[in-house]
């Protein structure tokens, strides 16, 4: 039998058996096809970017390994997302670092780019049929320190304010340009590595500057605000901590955004999810997989992903999730860690839209706790990768490791020559 016969009937039975506890599979693959997952730029490249002030790295993040073929510029970075999109299904976006510019070469800093410095990226988008979602950098740079927007100092913390107005400057023209609402992610990495004894004061000025660069109202881009748990070298104080930004959010109407390595390792992301849309009018995410702590592994189809995509279809809420990456490994293959990345996450909606949701209503509503337990583990095996096989196979992308190959053909002609 061709593989193709074998995906299909295998589809055929999987959706009798997904039927017979009232999941509707077409009504899943619909879903699926429309969740749009922002791939960050920044796996290409090991977070560098395209400065030519010479990227510090530090300030809490950093990618470790050195896997041969990092794209180097721009159009490296292109096209190594033109091949990563080649292998999977659907229609993404793309996540832009300020620091990923155009800028011709020339030493633009951070309180000095504009949207001219993103028209290339504009223009590329549209022709490769993606959205942009754009991050303020405040990291890798002489100013960065340990403190930016928290800064006591006047003259640091208006460098940053400037920067990040001029990001959301730069989102708004992004999101008319594309017709479509750029998502703006504010991530500062200001903290202390020691105790300290001025945790509110850091946090009133973090407010202050805030409230400073939202003040401007803009219709094409939305804002999100993002927490961290610690940073290397900032391991005792996070002015921005989620209690923080949830507390910001509430208060000015923000976007929240979690990302699933910021938080203490036993604590549920996907748990927040409910609240957050009680209280906040968007959540966006950075899929992440934390190992021991916040390591930005590649993202992998384990219970946290699914958990957390489970809760967000739970809540019917995927008109109100972005759903973003945020993962950067330097040690293997950086084209196959976003196919690996991305489709683990589609894998995990794929299951969170096939859960038997009605049936399991049905019986906690009744008190049937040990039927809704028994269900909700049967739907751990029901044949889910058989209409995941599908999905691939209609969408033209490779069936299962096909991609492997492909992938490899790719490192062999392109990134192993770099
Ligand atoms: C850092 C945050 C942040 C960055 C990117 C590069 O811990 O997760 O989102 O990873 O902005
Ligand atoms: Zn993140």
């Given at each position: ?31 699926l096809q429309q969740l749009s997952i922002s791939l960050h730029c920044w796996q290409t490249d090991d977070v560098v970017g395209f400065e030519t ?366």
């Amino acid at each position: 039998m061709s593989k193709e016969n074998m995906v299909l009937q295998a589809f055929e039975i999987a959706k009798e058996r997904y039927a017979a506890l009232g999941v509707d599979v077409n009504a899943a693959l619909n879903h699926l096809q429309q969740l749009s997952i922002s791939l960050h730029c920044w796996q290409t490249d090991d977070v560098v970017g395209f400065e030519t002030l010479g990227n510090q790295g530090g300030s809490g993040i950093q990618a470790t390994g050195n896997y041969p073929g990092r794209a180097r510029n721009m159009q490296e970075v292109k096209a190594d997302i033109e091949e990563v999109i080649t292998h999977i299904a659907g229609k993404h976006r793309f996540n832009l670092h300020a620091i990923y510019g155009d800028f011709g070469g020339k030493t633009v800093d951070r309180d000095q780019i504009l949207p001219e410095h993103f028209t290339g990226w504009m223009e590329w988008a549209k022709e490769k049929g993606l959205k942009i979602d754009f991050n303020s950098s405040s990291f890798g740079h002489p100013k960065s320190g340990d403190l930016t927007l928290a800064n006591p100092d006047k003259s640091i913390r208006d460098f940053w304010i400037e920067h990040t107005k001029r990001c959301r400057a730069i989102s708004d023209a992004i999101g008319k340009y594309q017709d479509d609402p750029c998502i703006m992610n504010l991530w500062i990495h200001d903290g202390s590595k020691d105790l300290t004894v001025n945790r509110y004061k850091y946090r009133q000025i973090l407010e202050k500057s805030l409230d400073e660069i939202f003040a401007a109202e803009y219709k094409h881009m939305k804002d999100c605000i993002e927490s961290k748990l610690f940073g290397i070298a900032l391991e005792s104080y996070t002015v921005g901590s989620h209690d923080f930004y949830l507390g910001y959010g509430a208060k000015r109407q923000k976007i929240v955004t979690l990302d699933t390595g910021h938080f203490h390792l036993t604590e549920s992301v996907a748990d927040k999810i409910s609240s957050l849309l009680l209280f906040t009018p968007e959540i966006m995410l950075h899929v992440s997989r934390p190992v021991r702590w916040d390591s930005d592994h590649v993202v992998t189809l384990n219970e946290d992903t699914i958990e957390l995509a489970r809760e967000i279809v739970r809540a019917d809420a995927l008109n109100r999730v972005h759903v973003g990456l945020d993962f950067f490994d330097a040690s293997i293959n950086r084209i196959g860690a976003y196919v690996v990345g991305v489709r683990a996450t589609q894998k995990a909606f794929l299951q969170a839209f096939l859960e038997p949701l009605a049936a399991l209503r049905r019986y906690e509503d009744n008190g049937q706790y040990f039927e809704r337990l028994a269900l909700l583990e049967e739907a751990k095996s029901l044949p889910w990768a058989a209409v995941w096989d599908y999905f691939c196979l209609k969408n033209e992308v490779e069936v299962g490791a096909d991609f492997i190959p492909a992938v490899q053909k790719y490192e062999r002609d392109v990134t192993s020559k770099r």
